[in-house]
Structures are given as C-alpha cells and as structure tokens.
C-alpha cells in the first residue's frame, strides 16, 4: 500500500519503520527534514515528500505523528485541498479529543475517512511494534486500518466515534502520572525509614501497590537515572489536554491537579527533558521538611 | 506447635485457620470473645483463652492481628508478664514503626524474639494463605518464624531490624492509596468523555497505566460495588501512620496529604465501612464542576 508519514520524531520514525518492513510503500515528511531523509535512506521503497501535501496526495492512507493539537490542525489544514474521496487519514498524536471530532466532520464532507488513534507505550513500544493503539471513528474506518495498526501494536481497542481515541488517551495519562506519583512517594518514605528501596520494590511490586509505574520507573527512581522514555514536557502537554478535557466533561479532578504542579515543578527543577520518573526529583526537593 | 492466636478478625481468623490446617495447635483469644469461640468450634486442636496472658504463656509462638498501635500495646503490656525466655512473639497488625522498636527491645531484655510482620493482600489473601508479609527483626526469629509465614503468605521478606517490615507496609499503603486515585480519576475522566468504561480498562490496562488497583477495583468502581475488601476506616487508619512515619522522616508528602482528605471525604459522606474503592463515589461529588 501507498502510505504517507508525517512526522518521524522518536515515535513516528520507529512506527514508519513497521510499516516499511511489513512491504509498504512510504512518502514521508518531516518538519525537521533531516529526520525524513534519514529514515529514507534506510529503504528503496521509501522517499521524502517536501511538504505533508506532497506526502498525502498520492497516498491510500496517511498517518499524523506530531506534537500537539496546532501541529495536527497545521498539517490538516495543508493536506485537506490534495485529500480525494476514499483516502484514510489517521492521527497517531496526542491532542484535544475536541479537535479531532472538528477534523472528522470537516473531512467526511470530502469523503474521506479519519481515525484518532494515540497510543501508549512510548519508543520502546514504538520500535518494537507493541504499542497500545486507542481508536476513535467509524467502525468502517477502524476496520480498514486495522491491518495496519497490527503492524504498530498488540493491543488494538476501537474505543468509540471521532475523539473516543483520544479521551482514553487522556484516562490513560492521568492514571500514569497518579501512579507514578504513588511510586514515588513510596520510594520517598521507604528511603527516609531506612529501607533498602530494591528490597521494598521486590516486597510490595506484586500486591495491591503493584503496577507498571512501580515496576519499571521503580528502579530507574532508585538509581537516579532520569533519562528519558517519555519526556516531563510532554507529559505535561498531555495534563494540560486532560485539565481542558475533564473542565468541558464538569470535572476538576484534584489528583490531576497535583500532577499538573508536581510535573511543572521539575520542569521548573530543569528536568523537562528528562523523563517523566524525574518527578521523584521534584518531590525530593518538595517534600523536604528540613 | 502449640501457638497462641490473639485477635481472631476479618484478617485473624483466617490466618489462625490456616495454621490450624497445617497442624498446629492454637490457643486463641479475642477481645469479642464470640469470635474466638466460633473458630474453636472449627477444630479439636484449638482451645480458647480468657485472656491474652493465658493465651501466651504455655505457647511456643505468639501471634497477634489487632487493630492499631494502642491494641498492641495493650496486649504486649498483658502478656509480657506470662512470657518466658526463647517464646518468639509476631505481630502482623499494621502499627506505627516506632512502636514496634520499642516493644521489640523491650521484650529482648526478657530473651524472648519479636518480630513485625503486617501483611497486604486482604481477606481474599488472608483465606488463600497468599498474603504478601513484610517483616522486621533479628534474622534468626525471622528464620524461626519462615515455616509458619509460609502458611499464611507467598510473598514473605525480611525487610531489616524491628519496624522495617511497618515501614514497608506503609510505603505499600501510601502506593495503594494513590494507584487507587489514579484509577479513580481516569474512570471519572472516561465517564465524562462518554467512554464505555470496561472497555477503557482493557485497553489501558495491560500498559503503562496498568496497576492492581485499576484491574481489580476499577470493574467494582464502574458497578458502584462498594463492598468491603479493606474497609476505608483501616486505609484511613493507615495513611495516618503513613504522616506521622513521613513526619519522623523528615518528608511532608503531597499525594499522602491529598489521599487523606480523599478518604476523610468519603468517610464524611457515609463510605468509612465500604471498601477503599468508595473513594470514587467521593470524587464523584467532589470533583463535579455542575
């Protein structure tokens, strides 16, 4: 298949790649062009289209891998005029669920097809092709891009209409940030009685306090070690779209308040390029009574 | 062995029970007594004693399972009296660390072993005997006493000296309380966003989001089933020792503070006998903006 890639950052690059190696043809495009010659280079059936418009036109489906709500409205807004009918166009990103309900009505009048599908799992996930895959948009839709979403992940959910993809995005990152924050200030107290932390991880990380937060940033918290999986600075874009989200659904959720001040914090601590473990930084310094 | 059983509750019976199993023979006492004769009516082996006192002395092990800080010492300072050199006594209740130290040593002077030994895993793990069990005191009580966790619990580590295992379970408490949140808080959000909630927790379970509490209690959450697993009195209990254990370290934790007016709240609106997992029937009046 014809496929169009926009964006080949630490996500988008690796999922391009799945795609190429299952036999697909790629147009890729990159704001930061060096990025999309790069992954070019890699493979004949591969080339470098010199903007998303030129990417998209000439292809069966189109892919989106950019930061934020602006990039994908900006992208949208210059692929639209060489879209046609029966063209499918999806938005890995994570952005504002609102948006995405906007981009699919907007293009259905076109006729053609578009899905919000964020996903969870972050580069390790992305290279290996194990991602979790949150799907917004027509079943019609869904069905013809499952197959490809095979290719970027393991679990696949169509999670409802236009936006839905992204709005359990969103529960996803709130439950991480709260969980992470669990680890962290578990570790903290452990580390203040005295514990050995290695020894409490091994203890308390298959009971009720388990979960993948504990269990893989644990460690890193421990050793100090706050490079990055996935940034502070996109996990607090991500709080932010969740802060708006939960405000238009009546909801000011307090958990997530906190974690929009713990993470603006060690962004604040010089660590918005670190990953998002770091928080346990922040509360290093925070939570410090003397 | 003949093995004093003191505090025959929810968690207590139980484990008294399963020792009872495994061939021992118990002497139990509770403070309600209808309790303790209920289990004894259970087996030939076990007798029931008026008092602790009469419970430890002719034991070569003395269990207790009590309620909080002020129980255990209040049994200590009756059967200390009747003990006698070599007896090792074991308190699995969830107290204060600091208590713990001082009972330790105060029953060393007498030659006779301590160890604290609380658990997570609830009534569930409690009747399963799969109890994780986090122990503090000398390694050779805790290497007398490994036989009989290995009745109770699947998990069984030596944290360190008197206190570590309540140290350990505290940090275990202060993960529970905010993975709990974190489940909370994204059901409250995929509610709002108009998700099907089950299905927002199979896609986002098994990743990075993924935790105990969000798999276990977050279906009992969408069903409104506040039935007791861990009554929120006890979390709320717990998360007190969690402060003032924090307070003695030197830490001032945010998600802790917060956790405590989650569960105070839902102790306000009526929830203090339901399960922890009532904790979202008070967000869901807290966080509402309408």
Redo the contacts between chains.
């Keep these: 298949m014809e496929i169009a890639w926009i964006g080949t950052g630490i996500m988008g690059a690796p999922m391009a790649r799945n795609l190429m190696r299952a036999g697909h043809r790629l147009r890729v495009h990159n704001r930061t062009a060096k990025k999309a010659v790069a992954l070019a280079a890699e493979g004949s059936e591969v080339i470098v289209a010199a903007d998303p418009a030129a990417a998209a036109g000439g292809a069966e489906a189109v892919f989106m891998m950019v930061p934020d709500t602006p990039d994908v409205e900006s992208v949208v807004a210059r692929i639209a005029p060489a879209l046609h009918k029966d063209q499918l166009v999806i938005d890995m990103s994570t952005i504002a669920?609102a948006a995405e309900h906007a981009i699919a009505e907007r293009l259905a009048k076109a006729g053609v097809d578009y899905l919000d599908a964020p996903v969870?799992?972050?580069e390790a996930g992305a290279i290996d092709g194990t991602l979790?895959i949150?799907v917004g948009g027509a079943e019609s839709a869904y069905k013809r891009a499952f197959p490809l979403f095979e290719k970027l992940g393991r679990?696949v959910?169509h999670?409802?209409p236009p936006?839905?993809g992204q709005?359990?995005k969103?529960?996803?990152?709130?439950?991480?940030?709260?969980?992470l924050?669990?680890?962290a200030?578990?570790?903290?107290?452990?580390e203040?009685?005295?514990?050995?932390r290695a020894?409490?991880l091994?203890?308390?990380g298959?009971?009720?306090?388990?979960?993948?937060?504990?269990s893989?940033l644990g460690p890193k918290i421990i050793a100090h070690d706050w490079r990055p999986g996935f940034f502070i600075k996109l996990i607090r874009k991500d709080l932010r779209l969740?802060a708006d989200?939960?405000?238009?659904?009546?909801?000011?959720?307090?958990?997530?308040a906190?974690m929009q001040?713990?993470f603006n914090a060690a962004a604040a601590f010089g660590h918005d390029l670190d990953g998002t473990q770091a928080v346990a930084a922040a509360?290093d310094r925070?939570?410090?009574?003397?």
Aim: aromatic residues 2%; positive net charge.
């Design positions: 669920p969870s799992g972050g979790t949150m679990r959910t999670m409802g936006g839905a709005m359990t969103l529960a996803n990152q709130v439950a991480v940030a709260l969980t924050e669990a680890a200030e578990a570790l903290a107290l452990a203040s009685g005295g514990l050995d020894r409490v091994e203890a308390i298959a009971g009720a306090a388990g979960s993948w937060q504990l893989n969740v989200a939960a405000r238009a659904g009546g909801l000011a959720l307090p958990g997530l906190l001040s713990m509360l925070l939570a410090r009574l003397k």
